[in-house]
């Protein structure tokens, strides 16, 4: 039994306009994303702005209301439940968000932010010793107690961004792009806690980040999203040397080189993104893809077996050679 | 004790920093707090009276008949009166408050025709009015029942525009939509037409004026609070209160309303000016409360119609401009305090 199972998951957003607030269209901001993800297993899913790998975070959590699809969390459909009934699942998944600074509410100092898991979860009070421990796990002194949000630096909000999550100790932790934020030398250590703390409570983890270099880092699975599809997923190093998507060949194409000499002349992808409210009847990339055909623009590719770990979304993936791009 | 979070204590810091607005600030709470005692201050009655060694305490005594002191009069006792008694017939004496007059205390003076011009000998330092009653003593009791008037209209309207305001931000959808559309209609009812109809009909009193201008009035704060809820219920800190499994009670009491805080102050001034605004001009016209009751409008209309009696229409006009401008100011100062620009950068 996987600790998340993922099935045919959707969010549109209804485009509402004129007079009569009438539905004119939808945004398909997640469309029919299926994946499964293990107890102490990290899935890092990239894509570039916009690709609804956000939506894709947010709605597994039943932040936002699913549009259609299902979602087991140790077996158990938590699909379209109410709030309470969602409770123990909201003690077992929890999310590290973007903007710590924006996630945190800047008139609660810290003792008052990482009281309320507990609060909410009608543990009995008084919550300084957990407050203390969990402060503790994540680097920050016991001076933060009675402190502020905007008296810490980016890298500190995000740590107590992280304590919050973990105070329940979930089985789950969702990171929203928890490092771009952040400065690169802050970066590492952010990751270096995450990673830890994986480790320790063998959490399963869903990292959805725009850079591939940091999902490399520290994925053992990596998903790529384009247009609200996962079109390749797949073990991180099996996706990295054999790229089976034009898309993802072209994500890393995108990662910096910093030796000189290996430096290669960026071939940026052209042509733009379609809209997400007019998808194309083919495959998304059609549009932007030199491997692009008649069929690709009709049919619609679904992910297919490469091998047992590594699926792709690609009608021609078997045809076209990605290493002589 | 009450913590304030720093965001408070730096915007209450900055309130302070405005000059006008916080001496103005300071002098109408000391004016909002004398009214709890005008009757020491302004009152026809004696505040003590020591009549052949007996200790008497008038204004906060029932009734006490002339012949109490030894006066020949069974009816209540005139204390300006027994004050020049006393001091002839050296049997006590009398303290009177600084302004020995009741509001409803009709004064004539031998060979005058009220309205009585000021005079610091009879301690009329404002004058009367057409009907002799001291100005100034009107000024107090009509302050006191404008600024409570106010306040309480304030309190009531803002607790139900801010409920309603929260909630159509906060559940959005097909309850927004419909409330919006009620509010509308709702605002468009001509208030001052349904009040001069009902108070044709009925006297209102000062609690049937204060219903009428509240069922009217609350809809002005519904607009920004539904703005603001929807503003902040998208930021994520909502959200991770959310992912949380925090109820929605939890949700818009700990971290939506404090963070709309500042938009709430910064309305109250504005509103006190507007409550005591439309008290004064439905009691102007004829419709608020009922005479003989001290008001800041019926003084206003007597005042224009006798400007030949200057010192009327000069003290009601100063008092009236003077409070709201002084409220003005520490409206300004509050806006300018939670201005968010002047504090909050971007990261």
Not at chain 1, 192 to 200: G, I, S, T, V
Request: proline letters at 6%; one cysteine or more; aromatic letters at 10%.
């Amino acid at each position: 039994m996987s600790l998340l199972k993922i099935t045919d998951l959707s969010k549109r957003f209804p485009v509402k306009g004129g007079v009569l607030k009438r539905t004119l269209g939808e945004v398909h901001a997640v469309d029919r994303v299926s994946l499964t993800l293990e107890a102490g297993e990290t899935l890092g899913i990239v894509g570039e702005s916009g690709c609804g790998k956000s939506t894709l975070g947010k709605t597994l959590l039943q932040l936002t209301e699913v549009t259609d699809g299902r979602i087991e969390f140790e077996g158990v459909d938590i699909t379209h439940r109410s709030r309470r009934a969602l409770l123990p699942f909201r003690r077992d998944a929890q999310m590290v968000f973007q903007d710590a600074y924006e996630a945190l509410n800047a008139r609660h100092n810290v003792a008052r932010i990482l009281s309320e898991p507990f609060e909410i979860h009608g543990m009995p009070g008084p919550h300084d010793d957990r407050v203390l421990a969990l402060l503790a796990r994540v680097g920050l002194g016991a001076d933060a107690f009675h402190r502020y949000p905007h008296e810490f630096s980016g890298g500190q909000r995000q740590r107590i961004g992280i304590a919050r999550a973990i105070a329940l100790a979930p089985k789950l932790l969702v990171c929203d792009e928890p490092v771009s934020a952040l400065d690169v030398s802050v970066q590492s250590q952010i990751m270096n806690l995450l990673m830890d703390l994986q480790r320790e409570r063998n959490l399963g983890m869903l990292f959805i980040a725009h850079d591939l270099a940091v999902v490399k880092h520290l994925s053992h699975r990596i998903a790529v999203m384009y247009l609200g599809q996962i079109v390749e997923v797949g073990p991180g190093d099996a996706l990295f040397k054999r790229p089976k998507h034009p898309y993802t060949r072209a994500l890393i194409d995108a990662i910096p080189v910093i030796d000189p000499d290996q430096a290669q002349p960026l071939k940026p992808l052209e042509g733009d993104v379609p809209s997400p409210i007019n998808r194309p009847n083919g495959c998304a990339f059609a549009s932007r893809c030199r491997f692009a055909t008649d069929a690709c623009r009709q049919t619609r590719p679904v992910l297919g077996p490469v091998d047992d770990k590594h699926q792709v979304a690609c009608i021609r993936a078997d045809e076209i050679d990605l290493s002589a791009f | 004790m009450i913590r304030l979070d720093p965001l408070t204590r730096r915007q209450f810091a900055r309130f302070r920093g405005t000059k006008r607005g916080w001496y103005s600030a300071l002098i109408l709470m000391v004016l909002v707090a004398s009214t709890a005692v005008t009757e020491l201050l302004v009152n026809n009655r004696a505040l003590v009276v020591n009549y052949q060694g007996e200790w008497h305490f008038p204004v906060y005594a029932d009734f006490k008949p002339g012949t109490t002191f030894g006066l020949d009069y069974a009816y209540e006792t005139n204390y300006r009166d027994l004050k020049a008694v006393l001091e002839q017939s050296g049997d006590g004496f009398v303290i009177m408050p600084p302004v020995p007059f009741s509001p409803f205390e009709i004064n004539s003076y031998d060979g005058q025709f009220a309205p009585h011009p000021p005079n610091a000998a009879q301690q009329h330092y404002l004058g009367t009015d057409t009907a002799g009653r001291d100005v100034l003593a009107r000024l107090a009791y009509g302050f006191r029942i404008a600024i409570w008037f106010s306040l309480v209209l304030l309190v009531a309207t803002f607790v139900v525009g801010i409920a309603i305001g929260c909630a159509m931000g906060y559940y959005g959808g097909l309850s927004d939509l419909i409330g919006q559309r009620v509010i509308e209609v709702w605002s468009n009812v001509p208030m001052l037409y349904i009040i001069i109809i009902i108070a044709s009909v009925i006297t209102p009193d000062f609690w049937i004026l204060m219903g009428l201008l509240f069922i009217f009035g609350w809809m002005g704060m519904t607009w920004y609070m539904r703005t603001a809820t929807y503003r902040e219920a998208a930021r994520d800190y909502v959200l991770a209160a959310k992912s949380l499994g925090a109820s929605d009670g939890r949700i818009v009491f700990r971290h939506i309303l404090p963070n709309t805080l500042s938009l709430i102050v910064t309305f109250i001034p504005f509103a006190v000016t507007g409550g005591i605004g439309s008290l004064t001009s439905l009691d102007y016209l004829g419709y608020g409360l009922p005479p003989p009751t001290p008001s800041w409008g019926e003084l206003l209309k007597q005042g224009t119609d006798n400007l030949d009696s200057a010192w009327i229409v000069t003290s009601v006009v100063s008092a009236l401009v003077g409070l709201l401008v002084m409220v003005t100011f520490v409206g300004e100062a509050i806006r300018d305090a939670f201005d968010p620009k002047q504090h909050t950068t971007y990261q």
